[in-house]
């Protein structure tokens, strides 16, 4: 039956209006938010980001200094090379004749300065049979965790991050300062509060990222490497909140029981309430200006093992405010740091406001639409030549055909 | 390290009228009216347009040159514009090897893509642009300017020719002879030629 | 001409035509128009056979109507040579006149065309080899007479043929009718296949002719072939004035002329009809052989009055008669009983194989003289031919030898009033019945009776001006309306139109020179002959040194 519009839209007009009366509210608490950062000095953050009372129900960024702090970008090198890696899957469809799945790793590596050069490339790989579980024999038993979904997305990640190892070393000049980039948190936020098995968590941590972030760190020792990952348009609120614990005049009981995780009933927490990072930086900074270097408190990053902790920084692009994670190993070294944040302002230059290596690994890595339906086509094609049926599920063919 | 010996690129496409070469290299194409031999057996094509394009045809080319002083410096600042573009060769099959010479006219079979496109020597393009057959198949080509071709095609094979001043009256003659009742074209096109 | 054998330059390829109109045959890109003249031969070689034919027209064509309007950039040498051939282009319209078959056999001989070469049929300029099997290499039977336009070859006319009819030839005052004539008559001694008598006019033939063009002497037939050419003459006064050798001075006596010879001699002497036949009244009275000395002894218009009334013919006619044969009085060759018999003289020339010439002396002026002096002769010799060769059909005595008697001023003898009571018309008419042909020259072909112009079997015709001369030379002719083309385009020196028995087709030649470089030998002795009459003896060549002085 086709929507009732008039309803609707009688619901999205009180939506509208009681939107308008928040937004001005939120201007007001957003320009108060922002005095709050510049005025929060480093001691007192510190001080109140450690001990006991520093226990939360939020997530805050912990900053190294005050919250309110900006640098200007360092010149870049006159030979660099920003690198990076994407990937893009067809999720295992139980609606095809056979289960599989497809992971596409694109990637780029951008040569720039006297000997300017680009490679391009992109390597799929099917995930089936096997290759589509995890499997674990313990004592108690035989583990076996199907391989489909957000889990997929995770192992993506992972193969994101492990191929960029091998393509350093390959295509990326050693003299070089080479920046490798990735899109997206480096925390894997999918892992939070899920009730994963621990298999889950053991395959993606100790098996997968935590290995591939220390041969890079192997690397790093030997050359001038830095990794970064990229957010755009981030939604986190972790910097805000460390305002929010700066501002509190509760302790850590008290707030425990009466704010929520996202929303403070009380003044002046209050102030910080659905503001995001990102608001508050578009403020602070101007562009080409980072912020301060926070890390993460995510338990997530606990297991990555150490050196790898995640710290960020927001930057203002002249574009946007991002967010650019990286690990600890990286962000302690002054002049990686300064690396990652002249090279990635460089590079959202180039890309008109978006990083070019991210952007061009993107395109290899990405499966259009066409090319979905072309795998099904050849993934039919093989079942058919070996004489299997492959008639799909009536599911499927009813998802695609409006039957009256 | 270059392609191999001369090569051009790539067949792409192909049917048994036209075909279209990919160039290794980007910019990197012999130019308009020469004469390319493709595959094995070999296939002679008459390259009627060289284009310059996205790679993707989804992804549209943006102007990125604002605050270059040069061209080049676009290219030195986007390295991977390299290979995100490519030069592409639309060509006319004219010819094919029959009984061991170059013989102008249609191919029993087209070229296969990814059949490798190399420059057409100098004898083989001669015997061919100097063909009777040759002037007719362009002239009755559904070209959108079949004369221009013509005329960049002889001038390229006069200047390549041992002899190009015959090969030049040999093939004016033939042309003269397909448009014998097309005096004002065939005038145009003469002049262009010496 | 065979289809083995080298062929000329390849000019083009027959595009189309018919049998009446002739083919026309494309240029190759490459052969100039201006490089091919009207009447040009060529061979095609068509798919079973071997044409042989003449360029009637030469023409420019297109293959694009709008060329006029937007020409092609000629002032390019690249654009011009292109566009020359394959847009414009020339063409020729080519008379196809003999075919040949495909083998040539000895006995095979080239044969009139009745049909035409298939399309695309390749063009080649005729080659030297392909002129010798149309017109024959010089030989005993024909005769080297010159060389087709832009060629070398020769062409020969088969004399034997020649002299089987009676032969014109044509042309305007000037374009050399009497040197072609001269050039005939060497053909004819020198085969030696008839004997002529010629009526020199102007004194050409016999002894040295003068060369008006070049400005010198020409040798006679008499000094090229000496003992086989008898001179006579009406005038032996100029005859010896001359240093013409004169074997026989001609007399004829009154009692040789006849009323028709007056008949003949009416327009020459502005006679009326009346008094023409008043001719036959009076050898009536006076009786034959005696009537004109008769007439010519009254004396005094009184007498001739008389005579009239007695034998009742008008008077004024008779008058007149009589006032206009007198003129014969002056003539000194007439005398009223020759000395000798003339005709027999000629006769036993002409029977040993000697070519006899008669010179008219002073009186080759005298129209009347030369008409009367010819006829009177030639209906003499002509009866004597016909006793003879009747009576060598019933089984008594040798058929006498051909004759060729050879006339100038032909026209006055065979025009259409006269043609009919004339013994030339008569012998036109006759064909070679009693072996004897005419060579007619004349400068108004069209003056001639049409009837014996169509039986004329050889014409040699030099530059014609008049349209209607040009009609009566070519009426009856194949391919009239090509072949008209082609004469009015004659030089007016030394060229002629050969067409008739003697020539297998139509052909232009360019005459051959009478004693090129001074030199006769040639005409004496030609190549093909062994030996040939040899060199003058030196009693001969004394003989001519006597003369010169």
Known sequence: MSLNLGKTAQQIEGFAHSLKGAQNDRSRRLSEAVDAMRRAAPEEVRAKQSGPAAQRRFLYAVAGEGLGASHPPKSAPGNFCVLSVDGSHIDVDRHMPAACALVNIGGCVLRYGDDPDAYLYNEPSLYSDDRLYLTEQTPEGATEIPIEGAILGLMRTVEEVKALAPLIRDKAPADAPTLALLDGSLILWALAGQGYPELVRTEIIQRGLTPALDALREMSRRRVLALAAYVSLPRSREAANALRLHLCEFDSAECKRVCRPRRSPHSPCSMVNHLLDRELFEELLAPGQRSCLFSTNSSIVDEYGRGHRICFYYLHTGEEVARVEMPEWVALDKALLSLTHTLILDQTRRGMGYPVAISEAHEQAVIGGGDRRTFRELVDRSLVRRGMSISGSEKSRSKRMAWV | MGPAQGRIGEVVEASSRRCAVQCYRLYESPPLGALARVGDPPVYALITEVSTEALDPGRPVIARGEDAATVEEVYRSNPQLDKLLCTRLRCLIVGHLRDGAPVAGLPPLPPKIHSFAHPCPADEAEALVSSPDFARLLLNSDLPSPDEVIVACLRLAGRQAADGQGLLHRAGNALARELSDQVPRLNAILRRLT | MSVDGPLGEPLGMVVEGSLSRGVEVRLNPGVSVEEIQEGVYVTIKGERRLFFGMVTDVSLGSSDPRLA?????????????????????????????????????????????????????????????????????????????????????????????????????????????????????????????????????????????????????????????????????????????????????????????????????????????????????????????????????????????????????????????????????????????????????????????????????????????????????????????????????????????????????????????????????????????????????????????????????????????????????????????????????????????????????????????????????????????????????????????????
């Not at chain 3, 495909?102 to 300029?125: M, N, Y």
């Open chain 3, 69 to 549: 309007q937007s020409p092609p950039d000629v002032s390019d040498p690249f654009i011009a040579r292109i566009v020359s051939g394959a847009v414009t282009y020339g063409a020729l319209s080519v008379m196809p006149m003999l075919t040949m078959p495909p083998v040539l056999g000895d006995e095979e001989k080239p044969q009139p065309a009745k049909t035409v070469p298939a399309h695309f049929s390749i063009t080649h300029r005729a080659s030297q080899r392909d002129m010798e099997v149309v017109f024959g290499k010089e030989d005993s039977s024909r005769f080297y007479i010159g060389n087709p336009l832009d060629m070398e070859a020769q062409v020969c006319l088969n004399v034997e043929e020649l002299v089987k009819r009676s032969t014109g030839v044509f042309g305007k005052s000037g374009t050399g009718k009497t040197f072609l004539t001269r050039l005939l008559l060497v053909g004819i001694l020198q085969r030696d296949v008839a004997s002529s008598l010629i009526f020199d006019m102007h004194n050409e033939y016999g002894w040295a002719g003068q060369d008006t063009d070049r400005n010198r002497q020409v040798q006679g037939l008499k000094q090229l072939f000496q003992s086989k050419v008898s001179v006579f003459s009406l005038d032996p006064e100029s005859s010896i004035r001359r240093g013409s050798k004169m074997d026989f001075e001609v007399q004829v006596g009154y009692d040789e002329v006849e009323p028709a010879d007056v008949e003949l001699l009416r327009q020459t002497l502005n006679l009326s009809e009346v008094a023409a036949a008043a001719a036959y009244d009076l050898e009536r009275k006076f009786g034959r052989k005696k009537w004109l000395q008769a007439f010519l002894g009254l004396a005094g218009r009184q007498e001739v009055y008389e005579l009239a009334n007695e034998i009742g013919v008008n008077t004024a006619a008779l008058a007149t008669l009589h006032n206009r044969l007198s003129q014969l009085k002056r003539y000194a060759f007439m005398k009223p009983r020759a000395l000798d018999d003339s005709v027999k003289r000629i006769l036993e020339r002409l029977d040993q194989g000697v070519h006899v010439v008669l010179e008219f002396g002073r009186y080759g002026s005298n129209l009347s003289a030369y008409i009367l002096v010819a006829n009177l002769l030639t209906r003499r010799i002509h009866q004597r031919y016909v006793q003879r060769t009747e009576a060598a059909e019933g089984g008594s005595g040798a058929a006498p030898r051909p004759l060729v008697i050879c006339i100038e001023e032909a026209h006055r003898f065979l025009n259409p009033n006269i043609a009919s009571q004339t013994i030339f018309g008569d012998i036109a008419r006759e064909l070679r019945k009693y072996n004897v042909t005419l060579m007619v020259i004349d400068q108004r072909p069209s003056a001639i009776d049409s009837e014996v112009m169509s039986q004329i079997g050889t014409k040699v015709t030099c530059s014609l001006d008049d349209e209607r001369d040009v009609d009566a030379t070519l009426s009856g002719a194949q391919g009239r309306r090509e072949l008209r083309s082609v004469l009015q385009k004659l030089d007016p020196k030394q060229q002629a139109l050969v067409f008739g028995h003697a020539v297998p087709l139509p052909v232009v030649v360019r005459i051959r020179e009478y004693g090129a470089g001074g030199s006769f030998q040639d005409l004496t002795r030609p190549k093909w002959q062994e030996g040939g009459y040899g060199p003058p003896t030196d009693e001969e060549l004394d003989e001519q040194l006597k003369a010169l002085d």
